[in-house]
């Protein structure tokens, strides 16, 4: 199968039938998600929830090209991951997703800017284009005085901001985001949630978000439950 990333119409992301176990030493295969089927229309933000251990960041990791489920399909932009290679993937993931976490992984010895620039010219944007971008997406999380600090320069809400930034740099399709103001006291993760929806929703993504805070969750234009394996409607 070719390995050319083609765009087409229909759900942004989609999950077909998705199947993921563990092996455990001495102790049958902890099966994990057992058929899960989730499709996200383009521009929707979705809420991902679920006890601790239902499989959400196992989920996510699949839904981003990260790991391969055991069984089932990813269709990404139109495009079925399973027939593609680990190269193949890798462009797709490129140029289709973007990814926040709950700590930040930003480049310690880069500066704010440099940290979302960096992506950018991974992806064969030239420096004067990705410098602008970096600059105008830290503006819109308000970091607009900030570009030249370093991460160990700035509070943890700061910190967060710029990973944000840097997830949308290369204008992804889909925004995966595990938990992504889990780390910030609560009224710190409620100022920069409500940023990161506003920003996600100004620039048409996409999104899934796993999430413990119910308020948060709230806030999204639909919530999904992961149970015994599967996705269910909250
Ligand atoms: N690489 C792995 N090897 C073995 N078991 C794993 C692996 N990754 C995840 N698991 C197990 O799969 C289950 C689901 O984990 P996962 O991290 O996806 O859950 P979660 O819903 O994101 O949990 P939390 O809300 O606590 O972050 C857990 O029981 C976990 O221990």
Redesign the pocket.
């Known amino acids: 199968m070719s390995e050319a990333v083609v765009e087409t119409n229909g759900p942004a992301l989609a999950l077909r039938g998705v199947r993921r176990a563990?092996?455990?030493a001495g102790a049958p295969d902890?099966s994990?998600l057992d058929g899960a089927d989730l499709t996200i229309d383009a521009g929707e933000i979705v809420a991902l929830v679920?006890?601790?251990?239902?499989?959400?960041?196992?989920?996510?990791?699949i839904a981003g090209l990260l790991e391969r489920p055991d069984d089932g399909e990813v269709v990404l932009a139109g495009q079925a991951a399973s027939g593609l290679g680990d190269g193949g993937r890798t462009r797709m993931r490129r140029r289709y997703l973007g990814f926040v976490y709950q700590y930040h992984h930003l480049l310690p010895e880069f500066s704010a800017e440099e940290n979302v620039i960096v992506p950018q010219m991974v992806a064969g944007v030239g420096r004067k284009a990705a410098r602008e971008r970096a600059r105008a997406l830290l503006d819109r999380m308000g970091l607009a005085t900030r570009g030249h600090h370093r991460p160990g320069q700035l509070s943890g809400g700061e910190q967060q901001r710029v990973a944000i930034a840097r997830a949308l740099a290369n204008a992804p399709r889909v925004l995966l985001a595990?938990?992504p103001t889990g780390n910030l006291d609560p009224n710190t993760a409620d100022a920069v949630f409500n940023e990161f929806l506003r920003l996600v929703r100004e620039e048409g993504l996409a999104a899934l978000i796993?999430t413990?805070n119910p308020e948060l969750a709230a806030r999204m234009d639909r919530v999904v439950t992961?149970r015994e394996g599967k996705v269910v409607r909250a």
């Open positions: 563990f092996q455990q902890l994990v679920g006890p601790s251990g239902s499989g959400k960041s196992t989920l996510l990791q595990d938990e796993a413990h992961l």
